[in-house]
């Protein structure tokens, strides 16, 4: 395998290389997918590329020459990202916020995170088969044109909206730790981030990598000391079955969060990698670290918290000095984690807009630095009240997400037996259409906010009528459009 760089690899020719057991012969037609064939053990990319290498990638499929690595490394790509205070905070406000018992949290903590990982080792399995990222996989359930709206929709949620609440946990911990001015703590954190994004896929993997470890580590020792203080045994405020679904919705649209990006980082790996193995590699990263983080964010919450603490000093304030000093570490870390895939996964959501190829002189690093200055505005508005902007950002998240996901997943049981060169046709004919695919979004969003909506700003009528319910936007909005796709879409066409 070329260990060339990736700006060499994108403008030069490539030579003629030597067959090796498993992998395709240039000029051949390319594995066909699902077959048996175990995947090439290709090195990791964090040993084949140059950390300082600028991937000129967007969009586009990535050519056979260029894929590497092993769908393990897809583990601690999804596991990192999820060992910080963000996941923390959902187990906080289960209980705290909701008024759940600490049984009933986890209940709804680990159910919501279940749901959200299977939804993303689906997507997930995609990647090596056809090397682009998930919102141009969108194409499929939305066609080209319509697909602008979903691509647009993620940019704005990953690249501003996550990218600014990962972001402000981060600068808050710095801020706790060093006593710098938040402002200050966040623009620092948000320069590291950017450059790791801006430099692209496999500085990202690599920053995963070595994260993984030492934030697990420190959230353990932390954990430990946690539960030892807790009042496992509290009864909740009274919450009740509506509390519970929004614990749900809570976890769920956090977990699910992720599920627009899922194939952005296993679509460099080698096209006769294991689907099986990608989509477990991928899904069980994101569950295990979002349910025992969010686990020990509950435990967390059954403690007071001093009045007028931040989030991560309430967080932090069970902890001893030395083992506080250490999670905001780790929480820093975490945040960064988190922030990278944010802003790299926006970028290429903004790529997937393109019907062709982007602008001469904007490109997928340049609309990382872009995205990365819009969400720094975000975060900084957010200073003053975080924990509130958190809350509100988290239910809210998943009303998109989930009638986005009934589609896509929908689209992807009817074509599963569709042949991949057609899948790969329709993916760069700029002709083609899937109205059923918008329409059925639109209508399900249309249906679920209005009705079922329960937030500060806006109850529907149906919560205001009967309280007990909760929030079901996320479960109605996922059901409608997955039903109405899978009356209104076209039948699927085998050649």
């Not at 141009?136 to 609440?165: C, D, E, Q, T, Y």
């Not at 957010?382 to 988290?394: I, M, Q, T, V």
Request: glycine share 12%.
């Amino acid at each position: 395998m070329s260990a060339r760089p990736l700006t060499e690899a994108m403008t030069s020719t490539p030579a003629p290389a030597t067959p090796t057991p498993g992998s395709p012969t240039p000029g051949t037609p390319a594995p066909v997918p699902g077959s048996p064939a175990a995947p090439p053990r290709a090195a990791d990319p964090a040993a084949t590329k140059a950390a300082g290498v600028v991937e000129t990638s967007g969009a586009e499929p990535i050519p056979d020459a260029e894929r590497h690595g092993h769908p393990r490394q897809l583990l601690w790509t999804w596991a990192a990202p999820q060992v910080g205070w963000a996941t923390a905070y959902i187990g906080v406000l289960a209980v705290a916020a909701f008024g759940l018992g600490f049984r009933e949290a986890v209940a709804a903590l680990v159910l919501g995170a279940a749901f959200g990982a299977l939804a993303h080792g689906f997507l997930s399995a995609d990647g090596p088969r056809f090397g682009v990222p998930q919102m141009v996989l969108g194409r499929l359930s939305f066609g080209h044109k319509g697909n602008a709206l979903p691509s647009a929709v993620n940019a704005l949620v990953s690249g501003i909206g996550w990218f600014a609440m990962n972001t402000l946990g981060g600068a808050f911990a710095l801020n706790s730790l060093t006593g710098l001015p938040p402002l200050a703590c966040l623009l620092i954190l948000v320069v590291l981030e950017v450059v790791v994004g801006y430099v692209g896929h496999d500085l990202v993997h690599r920053f995963e990598r070595y994260a993984l470890p030492v934030l697990a580590v420190i959230f353990l020792l932390a954990g430990v000391w946690i539960f030892k203080g807790a009042h496992l045994g509290q009864a909740g405020s009274g919450g009740g079955f509506g509390a519970f679904l929004l614990a749900f919705s809570a976890s769920f649209g956090f977990t699910a969060g992720w599920n627009p990006c899922a194939s952005d980082y296993a679509r460099y790996l080698p096209r006769t990698t294991s689907a099986r193995a990608t989509g477990w590699y991928s899904g069980l990263g994101l569950f295990l670290s979002v349910s025992v983080v969010s686990v020990v964010g509950a435990a967390s919450g059954t403690v007071l918290a001093p009045e007028g603490a931040s989030p991560t000093d309430a967080f932090t304030g069970q902890l001893p000095g030395w083992l506080a000093n250490l999670t905001l570490l780790a929480i820093i870390i975490g945040g960064m984690a988190a922030s990278t895939l944010n802003v790299y996964s926006a970028s290429v959501s903004l790529a997937s807009l393109a019907v062709r190829r982007l602008p001469r002189g904007l490109n997928r690093a340049t609309l990382t630095a872009l995205t990365g200055a819009v969400g720094t505005l975000a975060a900084w508005a957010s200073l003053d009240d975080a924990g509130h902007a958190f809350e509100s950002f988290l239910l809210v998240i998943a009303y998109w997400t989930a009638p986005w996901l009934g589609v896509v997943l929908v689209e992807q049981w009817r074509r599963r037996r569709t042949p991949g060169t057609l899948i790969s046709r329709r993916l760069a004919d700029p002709r083609h259409t899937n109205a059923a695919g918008l329409i059925a979004l639109l209508a399900g969003v249309a249906v679920s906010v209005p009705l079922f909506s329960n937030q500060e700003m806006y109850v529907g009528p149906l919560p205001s009528h009967w309280p007990g319910i909760g929030d079901l936007t996320c479960p109605v909005g996922f059901a409608v459009s997955a039903l109405l796709y899978a009356l209104a879409a076209r039948p699927s066409k085998e050649s």
